[in-house]
């Protein structure tokens, strides 16, 4: 038994997890998709990607994402016939050990709901219950795309140059700081595989978002208004442009995630065409009380 720890993605790894997740998926009838993307960690040379092989066979992966020091998201999976035999507290005592050298503050353990060994192992660790958010899919059926006649806002595709206005948005909307969300929309524009939106109100950037272009799907993460334009209708405005966008591109399964208890979050999406699929729970620990 060996475990391979990786801060870059290299194509034999990829293809790995990915055959390790679709036996997972089949096996505990999972709905989400698979994310090993670490183009926006905080820091591109933390190590994020945990592989463990038995006979030169990749039996258990794990992987963090890490945008920010105060917290990773872990995820894990491991081959039915290979669980119970202590792999998955291999690798994560080995993640944990990464986290504490760049001083990463909490570990946010990612179950879907559905999977019972998952959350057996999880509250195994003294991980608490800290939120669940809702997967959910667009539905093309709902024709929510023609019930807006004429848009107030305009679509646009941001470059480089608009970062710092970018910025300046989602630290109104999320409340942090406008160099740390610099540094993570900076991150986006220098990954391959996501994308930065904009609705424009006159020539102001009054919203934003991004899109993860997956596997088998787009996810549309980090949507929001300015707060001086919000509750005009300018959010739904925004989704249905992304939406639309990516339909005209060939895009057509499209997913979003929201925390269960943000209900205008979720009452938006779902008047936007989308429906749940899945829940995933999170449950935090803090890094500095892990004994592994």
């Given at each position: 038994?060996?475990?391979?720890?990786?801060?870059?993605?290299?194509?034999?790894?990829?293809?790995?997890?990915?055959?390790?997740?679709?036996?997972?998926?089949?096996?505990?009838?999972?709905?989400?998709?698979?994310?090993?993307?670490?183009?926006?960690?905080?820091?591109?040379?933390?190590?994020?990607?945990?592989?463990?092989?038995?006979?030169?066979?990749?039996?258990?992966?794990?992987f963090m994402f890490i945008p920010t020091r105060e917290e990773a998201e872990i995820s894990a999976y491991?081959?039915?016939?290979?669980?119970?035999?202590?792999?998955?507290?291999?690798?994560?005592?080995?993640?944990?050990?990464?986290?504490?050298?760049y001083d990463v503050k909490d570990v946010l353990f990612v179950c879907e709901n559905q999977s019972l060994?998952?959350?057996?192992?999880?509250?195994?660790?003294?991980?608490?219950?800290?939120?669940?958010?809702?997967?959910?899919?667009?539905?093309?059926?709902?024709?929510?795309?023609?019930?807006?006649?004429?848009?107030?806002?305009?679509?646009?595709?941001?470059?480089?140059?608009?970062?710092?206005?970018?910025?300046?948005?989602?630290?109104?909307?999320?409340?942090?700081?406008?160099?740390?969300?610099?540094?993570?929309?900076?991150?986006?524009?220098?990954?391959?595989?996501?994308?930065?939106?904009?609705?424009?109100?006159?020539?102001?950037?009054?919203?934003?978002?991004?899109?993860?272009?997956?596997?088998?799907?787009?996810?549309?993460?980090?949507?929001?208004?300015?707060?001086?334009?919000?509750?005009?209708?300018?959010?739904?405005?925004?989704?249905?442009?992304?939406?639309?966008?990516?339909?005209?591109?060939?895009?057509?399964?499209?997913?979003?995630?929201?925390?269960?208890?943000?209900?205008?979050?979720?009452?938006?999406y779902k008047s936007s065409g989308f429906i749940i699929e899945t829940a995933f729970d999170y449950y935090?620990?803090?890094?500095?009380?892990?004994?592994?």
């Amino acid at each position: 038994m060996y475990i391979k720890s990786l801060n870059r993605l290299d194509p034999i790894s990829e293809k790995e997890m990915k055959e390790v997740y679709s036996r997972c998926k089949e096996y505990d009838n999972l709905k989400g998709n698979l994310y090993l993307d670490g183009s926006v960690n905080f820091d591109q040379e933390i190590k994020y990607l945990y592989l463990l092989y038995e006979e030169n066979k990749l039996v258990s992966f794990l992987f963090m994402f890490i945008p920010t020091r105060e917290e990773a998201e872990i995820s894990a999976y491991t081959l039915p016939e290979y669980r119970r035999k202590g792999y998955f507290k291999r690798l994560l005592s080995e993640a944990v050990e990464e986290l504490k050298r760049y001083d990463v503050k909490d570990v946010l353990f990612v179950c879907e709901n559905q999977s019972l060994s998952g959350k057996e192992c999880i509250n195994s660790l003294g991980a608490d219950y800290d939120f669940t958010e809702y997967y959910m899919k667009f539905d093309k059926t709902t024709n929510v795309l023609d019930k807006i006649n004429e848009f107030k806002t305009k679509f646009y595709l941001p470059d480089r140059s608009d970062i710092k206005r970018l910025a300046y948005v989602s630290a109104k909307v999320f409340e942090e700081s406008p160099e740390e969300e610099e540094e993570f929309i900076t991150n986006c524009f220098n990954s391959t595989n996501r994308k930065n939106y904009a609705t424009v109100l006159g020539d102001q950037i009054i919203g934003i978002g991004s899109g993860y272009f997956g596997y088998e799907e787009v996810a549309i993460y980090g949507l929001g208004i300015l707060p001086e334009f919000q509750g005009k209708g300018y959010g739904r405005e925004l989704i249905i442009h992304i939406v639309n966008h990516l339909l005209e591109n060939g895009h057509e399964n499209i997913t979003i995630e929201v925390e269960s208890n943000n209900k205008p979050a979720f009452n938006l999406y779902k008047s936007s065409g989308f429906i749940i699929e899945t829940a995933f729970d999170y449950y935090r620990k803090a890094v500095n009380t892990f004994n592994l």
